[in-house]
């Protein structure tokens, strides 16, 4: 730890930041070679963000040093680092959406002639930063709005690299990406890694870790807790450093017997659903795997009737439900729990427990006469938090203070509060760490323990395979498979999810 | 203690010091304005507006407006005035009055949630549509003589206590209680949070926005009556900037333009605040022009003291 490293291009010694009360980093040595990508990994609070904070001049350490290309750096503001050659690209993307790709990426460093923008010059200088990193399908005119976010993406990355960045920071580069656009994305990072750009990928996402990395550094509590060659890490090695504990099984599929069939939809269809059927069992967790766009969000909103359906019926425990309304779906014992946290699932500004109750008193619960009971809101709200292990001080705290897993802890003690029977769950573990991830894998099997029918959707594909009894995939609106038993192995399920079913196809 | 605390940090209490500062000073200022006469006359003046802009709370929870609401009130009074000198009963000209609210908020409701349109464009069009339907009525001209019936719910006396006030504080109560203890009045705040989320967690969002603009529409009407029985006249120019006062008084109350957050005792703070600078002005004979620039620089500073504070809680 003590000696330099010669090959090294960046390199932290005893990295410690202090703020008031809490020690986000204590401590770290970390090292990154030119060419190399080192994978960072850690939980919620493990100090991941300081540590890519401190690198990139956002912070000043409390102690420590940082050493770039064998000088001891002092970055006094992100400034100073990018010229200096760090450059981070954000999980939010930065991109003025209105203006072009290369607008974008020389904003603020235009090229002039005289007072004008050299546009050829700035078309020229963007393009040849597009082709260097193997880019060279995004015309540089184009409007950043009109382009996919896999391209954002890499437009976000070129403006990144036209700082002559030696080294280059990724912090949750995928969190909004489908699995081509990774595919993409990685073969740039590869690209990269030949012109000797050192890089940083910080992921929740161990299976990216193990395709790009070559070392990976673990934190935990602000600390290093393990540098480890990526080939001689295996995922629960890694959980368990993250963690702290031994893991032994991640995914959990507990013990039920899927019995009868409680929910069946029949030949679904909409704009985008194309005659998908499927059916769900008490007891039994289904998992529906897709890429973004497939279909399978809108196909868990027509059921609830959050989404107008044109042809198609949904049949509860035999019978035929009408369905326009969620209200509709949540008094037949259906609820939906959103992917989209901030956007469609949580209300910022208000209190835990009024958020794990609003779902309750639509259809009654803790109210009379149409007046709500607070205080037996807030005894029910209270105890499923707790049920649920929501951290936090108390159930006054607003939702938007709460870390991405309590959010999500929230979200589903929503969902559930009503006691439902049937239970969709869109992306319940996106973007939260692993410890949560492995308390809510374990709800899962709870629910269907309990005699709930739960449907899992999720595009993390050892997550689906890990927890469910059964999976559909979708690929275009369709259901293309139904896996069970040992054919649920990642290549059948990638199979069918990257290719639109064959007879699908056919009939229409 | 913890009620304490929340009730210390909330932006309602705030604004409330501010009140009484301001009402410290005017007090200070001039021996009239701490008298019982003057202070009921502010709380008059306010009742107005006040009915106004608790109609206008319930808009703005949902991140809506209502740019009408001045207009509306004039129109309300010409209709009822040429119904009373048409020969209908008062009981039901105050019912059609009341009916005519209502149907000013179904169209706003349609417009904003079937057709699509953005409530501030719908209302902005509704606020031109009833002042030029305001002067085609009257004639541009301004009708008077109503039976006293009528006139009671604007001039009249229960006790010491003008039947204006009494009207307002009553229909604040039950805006509070609605707002506060009702799942319609929790919806309202979670329509304005995330309507996306509440219409998954089960709520008809439609329903919640057509009652509001409703509610809004009622104010109106209610508005338009105790105006009309004060002045004992209703004029085509009546209520004239109303909507930028309720809107103001809502704001100073506390409440976010992005919805979600307000509440009813904010907003009557809030009209009150507003009430006592105006009458405070009058007393120190401020000239009708400095007044207007002042008042807006108490708009400003309430609100900016609002801002900062947000800021800061949200780092």
Redo the contacts between chains.
């Keep these: 730890m003590e000696t330099m490293n010669p090959k090294a291009i960046l390199e932290t010694r005893n990295l410690t930041k202090v703020f008031p009360g809490v020690i986000a980093l204590d401590d770290v040595s970390l090292s990154l070679n030119a060419g190399e990508v080192l994978g960072l990994v850690g939980e919620n609070g493990a100090g991941k963000s300081t540590l890519m904070k401190l690198l990139s001049g956002v912070y000043a350490p409390t102690r420590g040093e940082i050493y770039f290309s064998g000088r001891k750096a002092q970055f006094r503001n992100p400034k100073d680092a990018l010229d200096a050659g760090i450059s981070i690209v954000y999980q939010e993307l930065n991109l003025i959406p209105h203006l072009s790709v290369a607008e974008n990426v020389f904003i603020n460093r235009l090229p002039r002639r005289g007072a004008f923008v050299d546009w050829a010059k700035l078309y020229r200088d963007t393009r040849s930063i597009l082709s260097d990193s193997g880019m060279d399908g995004i015309d540089p005119k184009a409007i950043v709005a009109d382009l996919p976010i896999g391209v954002k993406q890499s437009v976000e990355i070129a403006k990144a690299l036209s700082y002559k960045a030696k080294v280059l920071l990724l912090d949750e580069p995928t969190s909004s990406l489908t699995g081509p656009e990774i595919e993409n994305l990685f073969s740039v990072i590869r690209r990269l890694r030949e012109m000797g750009i050192g890089i940083i990928y910080v992921s929740h996402h161990l299976d990216e870790i193990f395709q790009v990395t070559q070392r990976v550094h673990v934190l935990r509590d602000g600390k290093t807790v393990v540098v480890v060659p990526t080939v001689e890490a295996d995922e629960e090695f890694l959980v368990s450093k993250m963690v702290g504990r031994d893991i032994k099984n991640i995914y959990y599929k507990g013990q039920h017997t899927p019995q009868e069939v409680v929910l069946q939809a029949e030949g679904l269809s909409d704009n985008l659903l194309k005659n998908v059927s499927f059916k769900l069992r008490k007891s039994e967790v289904v998992g529906v795997y897709g890429l973004l766009g497939s279909g399978r969000t809108e196909l868990l909103k027509a059921m ?1 009737g ?1 989404r107008p359906l044109k042809k198609g019926t949904v049949k509860v425990r035999g019978k035929v439900a009408k369905l326009r ?3 509709d ?2 008094k037949t014992g259906i609820v ?1 729990s ?1 992917e ?1 946290r901030k ?8 209190p835990i427990w ?1 958020n794990i109750t ?2 309750a ?3 009654g619960r803790f ?1 009379k006469n ?3 009971l607070p205080r037996q809101e807030r005894r029910a709200a209270a105890d499923f938090a707790a049920k649920l292990n929501v951290k936090a001080p108390s159930i ?1 705290v607003d939702v938007y203070n709460l870390s991405g897993g309590n959010q999500q802890k929230v979200c589903l003690a ?1 969902a559930l509060i009503e006691d439902p029977e049937i239970v969709l769950l869109d992306e319940p573990t996106r973007g939260i760490d692993v410890g949560a991830k492995l308390e809510i894998y374990r709800l899962i099997a709870d629910l269907a323990a309990e005699g709930r029918a739960v449907v899992f959707v999720s595009s993390e594909l050892p997550e689906v395979i890990g927890c469910a009894d059964r999976v559909y995939t979708m690929s275009e609106g369709r259901i293309t498979a139904e896996l069970t038993g040992d054919e649920i192995t990642e290549e059948n399920v990638l199979k069918y999810c990257l290719q639109v079913d064959a007879a699908g196809e056919a009939t229409t | 203690m913890k009620l304490s605390k929340t009730l210390l940090s909330s932006s309602e209490f705030i604004v409330f010091l501010g009140l009484l500062a301001i009402g410290a000073f005017f007090a200070f200022m001039s021996p009239v304005f701490m008298t019982k006469f003057n202070l009921l006359n502010i709380l008059l003046q306010s009742s107005i507006q006040g009915i106004i802009a608790i109609g206008m709370t319930f808009v703005i929870l949902t991140a809506g407006i209502d740019l009408s609401v001045g207009s509306v009130v004039a129109l309300s009074g010409v209709l009822m005035a040429l119904m009373l000198h048409g020969g209908v009963p008062v009981w039901l000209v105050i019912l059609i009055n009341l009916v005519f609210g209502v149907a000013v908020g179904l169209f706003h409701g349609f417009s904003i949630t079937k057709i699509g349109m953005a409530p501030f464009i719908v209302t902005l069009a509704t606020m031109a549509m009833a002042r030029g339907l305001t002067m085609v009525f009257s004639d541009g001209k301004t009708i008077f003589d109503f039976p006293p019936a009528f006139e009671f719910f604007g001039s009249g006396n229960i006790g010491p206590i003008s039947v204006a006030i009494i009207i307002f504080l009553l229909y604040a109560f039950v805006a509070e209680m609605l707002l506060r203890s009702t799942v319609l009045g929790r919806n309202i705040y979670a329509v304005g949070s995330n309507i996306k989320a509440a219409a998954l967690s089960g709520i008809r969002t439609r329903w919640v926005l057509y009652f509001v603009y409703v509610v809004s529409g009622i104010s109106c009407a209610i508005a338009g009556l105790v105006l009309t029985g004060r002045l004992g006249a209703a004029m085509p120019t009546a209520a004239t900037g109303y909507e930028l006062d309720a809107i103001a008084a809502v704001i100073i109350g506390g409440a976010s333009l992005m919805g979600g957050k307000g509440t009813i005792i904010g907003t009557i703070i809030g009209v009150l605040l507003i009430g006592v600078i105006n009458n405070g002005m009058n007393l120190l004979n401020v000239p009708p022009f400095w007044q207007s620039f002042l008042k807006g620089a108490v708009i400003f500073l309430a609100v900016m003291i609002d801002s900062l504070k947000n800021k800061q809680s949200e780092v």
Excluded at chain 1, 343 to 350: D, Y
């Design positions: 609830v959050a309304h969620p209200l779906a949540i939906y959103s989209d956007g469609e699932n949580l209300f910022f500004g208000n009024k609003y779902l008193i639509q259809v109210t149409g007046f709500t006054d929503k």
